[in-house]
T-cell receptor, first 117, second 114 residues
Framework: AQKITQTQPGMFVQEKEAVTLDCTYDTSDQSYGLFWYKQPSSGEMIFLIYQGSYDEQNATEGRYSLNFQKARKSANLVISASQLGDSAMYFC??????????????FGRGTSLIVHP | ETGVTQSPTHLIKTRGQQVTLRCSSQ?????VSWYQQALGQGPQFIFQ???????GRGNFPPRFSGLQFPNYSSELNVNALELDDSALYLCASISDPRNANEQFFGPGTRLTVL
């Protein structure tokens, strides 16, 4: 069975600084995908970034980068130059291989990020 | 292009009652997924509908059921409500079920069961 662990229930960061949100995963599959989502207080989940298990380079999307360490089974999200609008819940997720071709994610419990001015 | 909408925004029910939640998908999206997010947890997959047929189901009992209509909007029905059904229910409108970046979530319906 798959498992996603986010050990930081809450994180605080000063505006314009970088912050790393931790995610570790457990799977026996060789082929898998890892994702990060942002959930503002309004409720909707917003896709941020994706890393495939066979991707050799770390994924980047604007201010978001994914620090993928396959041997350690970690997929940490790095947000550079934090902005006040980054304050939200952040979820790490993994594609469930039982879903075949469809993307059906297993989510972690999330990390609450608060950006201070 | 309009976003994903869900109704109602909030709902209060009592144990044993039945509830129907609605989701309007984005134009051109033929796939919808539903998720349950309990307080302090990540979302859990309930089921997915593709062109009006159930296309995958998570670990939820049969009292959770759904429908997808010809216009690809969807309903989630929960019978015999239990206290633990209190949660935020999210739907995702999907243009390509293989890709995470092609799933667009609605704002959710907050269900409270008393």
């Amino acid at each position: 069975a798959q498992k996603i662990t986010q050990t930081q229930p809450g994180m605080f960061v000063q505006e314009k600084e970088a912050v790393t949100l931790d995610c570790t995963y457990d799977t026996s599959d060789q082929s898998y995908g890892l994702f990060w989502y942002k959930q503002p207080s309004s409720g909707e989940m917003i896709f941020l970034i994706y890393q495939g298990s066979y991707d050799e380079q770390n994924a980047t999307e604007g201010r978001y980068s994914l620090n993928f360490q396959k041997a350690r089974k970690s997929a940490n999200l790095v947000i550079s130059a934090s902005q006040l609008g980054d304050s939200a819940m952040y979820f790490c997720a993994m594609r469930d291989p039982r879903s075949g071709g469809s993307y059906i994610p297993t989510f972690g419990r999330g990390t609450s990020l608060i950006v201070h001015p | 292009e309009t976003g994903v909408t869900q109704s109602p925004t909030h709902l209060i029910k009592t144990r044993g009652q039945q509830v129907t939640l609605r989701c309007s998908s984005q134009s051109g999206h033929n796939t919808v997924s539903w998720y349950q997010q309990a307080l302090g947890q990540g979302p859990q997959f309930i089921f997915q509908y593709y062109r009006e047929e159930e296309n995958g189901r998570g670990n939820f009992p049969p009292r959770f059921s759904g429908l997808q209509f010809p216009n690809y909007s969807s309903e989630l029905n929960v019978n015999a409500l239990e206290l633990d059904d209190s949660a935020l229910y999210l739907c995702a409108s999907i243009s390509d079920p293989r890709n995470a970046n092609e799933q667009f979530f609605g704002p959710g319906t907050r269900l409270t069961v008393l």
